[in-house]
């Protein structure tokens, strides 16, 4: 009878001993895929705005340009875009980044989709916004008119 435990316990040990290599296989996959990040191209991302000057909280769905794993480029709706040269392009090969640009606005983005699986919007629920029209601010907005202003 104890023999028959004994083979018992050995067999459960290396039985675990299997399921843990296969587990720890997977994981490596997975930080492979972590490291290499997103291909250069243009992604569908949620971009939270904020403008402490004027209070001003926005939530977008726009369109981002991502270049060696950092976000350079944000779409505007009015086809106008945040590009490099307002911020330090940050580091988004997880699907998320924050930065500051260089009038003191506040982004969080986070990619949800690849470009073309983006519903482009301008808001998102009207009480996340405390925007008013005396409070819209065109200097936070750039476009093909304000690129060769100098900031």
Request: overall charge negative; aromatic content about 16%; hydrophobic content about 25%.
């Amino acid at each position: 009878m104890k023999l028959i435990y004994i083979i018992l316990l050995i067999f459960l040990t290396f039985s675990c001993k299997n399921n843990n290599r296969n587990y720890d296989d997977s994981r490596s996959y997975n930080s492979n895929f972590d490291e290499d990040g997103y291909s250069d191209g243009t992604y569908c991302a949620e971009i939270e705005y904020y403008y402490s000057k004027t209070g001003t909280r926005s939530t977008y769905t726009l369109e981002v340009e991502i270049e060696n794993n950092e976000l350079t480029i944000i779409h505007w709706p009015n086809g106008g875009w945040l590009d490099d040269s307002h911020f330090y392009p940050p580091d988004i090969s997880d699907g998320f980044a924050e930065f500051e640009s260089d009038k003191g606005v506040e982004y969080s983005v986070e990619i949800i989709g690849e470009e073309g699986d983006c519903n482009l919007s301008n808001y998102i629920p009207e009480d996340n916004i405390t925007v008013d029209e005396e409070d819209y601010d065109e200097d936070n907005i750039w476009d093909d008119e304000d690129e060769n202003e100098d900031y």
